[in-house]
């Protein structure tokens, strides 16, 4: 069995910073791309930075300059630096991974993690 988890969500003040981690564990062969979403109430989930192996990162348009991600690959991690956090960036973040595990690829989600910027 294969679990995402992730930390470092919180309250910040615009203007702020946070960092968010996600390790990923379990019976694992392989991380191929990790990146994060997020989901603000009212709208749909959408990416926010992903990696994948060998690759530069894709980020939204919205979050380009601000935030940066990054991956350990020895330790199934993936973090999402947020500097300079607006209020439109709260949401809840999730982390996602597309991982081989008993010989099949599938995408793994995490149970997310409370991002809220205020003005």
């Known amino acids: 069995q294969v679990q995402l988890v992730e930390s470092g969500g919180g309250l910040v003040q615009a203007g702020g910073s946070l960092r968010l981690s996600c390790a990923a564990s379990g019976s694992i062969a392989t991380i191929n791309i990790m990146g994060w979403h997020r989901q603000a109430p009212g709208n749909e989930r959408e990416l926010v930075a992903r990696?994948?192996?060998?690759?530069?990162?894709d980020y939204a348009d919205s979050v380009k300059g601000r935030f940066t991600i990054s991956r350990d690959n020895a330790k199934n991690m993936v973090y999402l630096q947020m500097n300079s956090l607006k209020p439109e960036d709260t949401a809840v973040y999730y982390c996602?991974?597309?991982?081989?595990?008993?010989?099949?690829?599938?995408?793994?989600w995490g149970r997310g993690t409370q991002v809220t910027v205020s003005s």
């Open positions: 996602n991974a597309l991982i081989s595990s008993g010989g099949l690829w599938r995408s793994y």
């Open positions: 990696l994948e192996i060998g690759a530069t990162a």
